[in-house]
């Protein structure tokens, strides 16, 4: 199967910035405070303990002494929350400066696409064009007008007629039928009859003629 569709591309890892090397090194030491404070919290808790064991001993001056360990200790775990506030203030900032830095890159790319822009539609090409479709608008007027003068009467009947023929199904062409009336023809046998009776007419009517010239 391996052959077939191929071996998958190996992903590309994360390419590691310097940034991303100073923002793993404060931490490291934000974490490294934060362990220190825990184990002077820790140091104050048993002292105070041990102060109050030897105040209930009767040992008011090793108390006193640890009471100033105490405090010298309380000082030192101020100075370490603001150490530590420092630490998570630059993390905070590296990290919003990247931000700004890929905002600022945008700007950039979108900054150099509208230059392009701005040099294809220059201003002088867009009056061009705006010239070139006001000449267009009017020529079409033009020829608007000179057709409308014209005075060119159209029958909508016809053109109603013409678009129903368009949409009629397409019939093939037939043969024209004629007008006149069809012509007999008459053979040799149906001719003899005819002759003899036109004979017969005019021999009638010669004879009251001939009748005529007797008397």
Do not use: C, W
Not at 43 to 63: F, G, S
Not at 97 to 122: D, F, M, P, Y
């Amino acid at each position: 199967m391996g052959h077939i569709f191929g071996k998958p591309k190996p992903k590309k890892k994360p390419e590691i910035t310097e940034e991303d090397k100073a923002i793993l090194q404060l931490k490291q030491q934000r974490d490294s405070v934060k362990k220190y404070q825990k184990r002077i919290k820790d140091e104050l808790d048993k002292e105070r303990q041990i102060a109050r064991q030897l105040l209930k001993d009767n040992k008011k001056e090793k108390a006193l002494l640890l009471l100033k360990k105490k405090k010298y200790m309380e000082s030192i775990l101020d100075k370490t929350d603001n150490q530590l506030m420092n630490l998570e203030k630059l993390v905070t900032d590296i990290e919003f400066s990247r931000v700004e830095a890929t905002v600022l890159e945008g700007l950039q790319t979108g900054n150099e696409a509208l230059k392009q822009l701005h040099q294809i539609l220059s201003i002088d090409k867009i009056e061009e064009i705006l010239e070139e479709t006001k000449e267009g608008i009017e020529k079409q007027k033009e020829i608007d007008d000179l057709l409308l003068g014209m005075n060119i009467e159209t029958d909508e009947q016809s053109l109603l007629q013409e678009l129903d023929q368009m949409l009629a199904p397409t019939v093939p062409d037939l043969p024209e039928v004629p007008q006149n009336e069809p012509v007999i023809v008459e053979s040799a046998e149906d001719e003899e009859p005819k002759e003899r009776e036109h004979k017969e007419r005019d021999h009638k009517e010669k004879q009251p003629k001939v009748a005529l010239l007797e008397s």
